[in-house]
């Protein structure tokens, strides 16, 4: 009887693995078809819950004929997006010093103009010490109108009563975006579309959730104030190097200029990895580069991220010129050295690159082609050395 019982019992768990094999395979493939259709909303609606959203651009002016212009804000800030002070273990990881220092300086200022018609996209790096106008302040370095306005909102609601931390960082920190936004705008001449503004740990974090970042230099250096020690060539930086690239000044000949050059040197990588590390089409690489971003980004509310995300994996394909504005020479104003600027010559290179095109009429000639912005005259000001392309494809800087 037992030998009887056992039998049909043995016969039994034989099409219960089989069973559960088939039904893994269901469960499988349900997923993956999952991710192949609906998971991208899923993914973005994710993203869009997430990461931190703005009102500084309500009601702004926009591009015509489907352009968009975006502008970059990378913080010098030790802080997260709710201002707290980031953990000591991420700061010493950054080389970045103590969380009491940076303040809120818009160090990073790129505008990105994307075509509606696919061309070619442009960067343009406006240099951090620009002397500029900013409204309700003055002249005075264009990275400062972030922090002035924070500080000025902060101080207006304390007068008012507010004592809540959360809402005097948030509603002075809205303060600051619209007024970096509106700073960059006057000094262009151009809308802007949408922001995305990005803190310190950020280009840390990115790095880090794309697996690296592949950079190319044209010889090698080491700089003990921003921890950048690298050799010369191509090389893919982790995420505390990556930080180490974009900040290092000191031992550049051209100090700040150099650095925007770095900082388009990092976008340019960045954007390369995107495409060719697959991130788009794996699951995997893409949560972690939306848990990068809902930890470090803030973005104008109402943007459309999923679209920009198909259109940033065409930008990926080297499709963007990357261009430093230019400066007249240097001064001093109260102490601090800034970039003189020729207001109006920014504008019409701006317009000339950017700008609206008028159609011309029948039988008109064409009209020449606009000239390079990336190293226009300057009597004060050397021109940017020309980037080698020993990099695989990746610009080789200094």
């Excluded at 703005?54 to 997006?81: P, T």
């Excluded at 003990?224 to 995420?239: E, M, R, V």
């Excluded at 974009?246 to 990092?266: C, M, N, P, S």
Aim: charged share 25%; proline share 7%.
């Amino acid at each position: 009887m037992s030998a009887h019982r056992r039998k049909p019992t043995t016969r039994s768990r034989r099409p219960s693995r089989r069973r559960r094999a088939v039904r893994t395979l269901l469960v499988t493939g349900c997923a993956l078809g999952a991710l192949a259709g609906g998971g991208a909303w899923y993914l973005y609606r994710d993203l869009a819950a997430g990461i931190g959203s703005s009102k500084a651009l309500e009601g702004a002016e926009k591009s015509k004929s489907g352009d968009s212009n975006i502008l970059l804000v990378g913080l010098d800030s030790r802080r997260d997006r709710n201002g707290e002070k980031l953990p000591e273990e991420v700061l010493d990881k950054l080389h970045a010093g103590s969380s009491d220092i940076g303040g809120y300086n818009a160090n990073t200022l790129i505008l990105l103009h994307v075509p509606g018609d696919g061309s070619r996209a442009k960067a343009f790096s406006v240099p951090r010490d620009d002397f500029v106008d900013i409204p309700g302040h003055g002249k005075d370095k264009i990275k400062k109108a972030y922090g002035l306005a924070k500080e000025k909102k902060q101080e207006q609601l304390a007068a008012q009563g507010v004592t809540d931390v959360r809402q005097l960082e948030r509603d002075g920190r809205e303060a600051g975006r619209a007024a970096q936004i509106e700073t960059v705008r006057n000094f262009l001449g151009v809308p802007i579309d949408h922001f995305a503004e990005l803190n310190l740990a950020g280009f840390y974090h990115l790095a880090d959730a794309l697996g690296g970042v592949p950079v190319c230099l044209n010889r090698a250096v080491k700089d003990s104030y921003s921890g950048a020690d690298f050799p010369a060539g191509p090389q893919t930086l982790d995420g505390r190097q990556s930080l180490a690239f974009v900040r290092q000044r000191h031992g550049l000949e051209r100090g700040d200029l150099d650095r925007t050059k770095r900082q388009q040197a990092f976008l340019a990588g960045a954007t390369k990895k995107l495409n060719s590390a697959g991130t788009f089409t794996d699951p995997a690489k893409l949560i972690k580069l939306i848990d990068a971003a809902k930890q470090d980004v803030v973005t104008d509310e109402g943007w459309d991220l999923l679209a920009f995300v198909k259109q940033a994996k065409n930008l990926s394909g080297g499709k963007v010129q990357f261009t430093t504005l230019p400066i007249e020479g240097f001064g001093r104003n109260h102490g601090e050295d800034i970039n003189v600027v020729d207001d109006m010559k920014i504008k019409r290179l701006i317009t000339e690159q950017i700008g609206p095109k008028a159609s011309p009429g029948p039988g008109a000639p064409s009209s020449p082609a606009a000239p390079s912005p990336s190293s226009p005259p300057s009597p004060s000001s050397p021109p940017s050395p020309p980037a080698s392309r020993d990099g695989g494809g990746i610009p080789c800087v200094d």
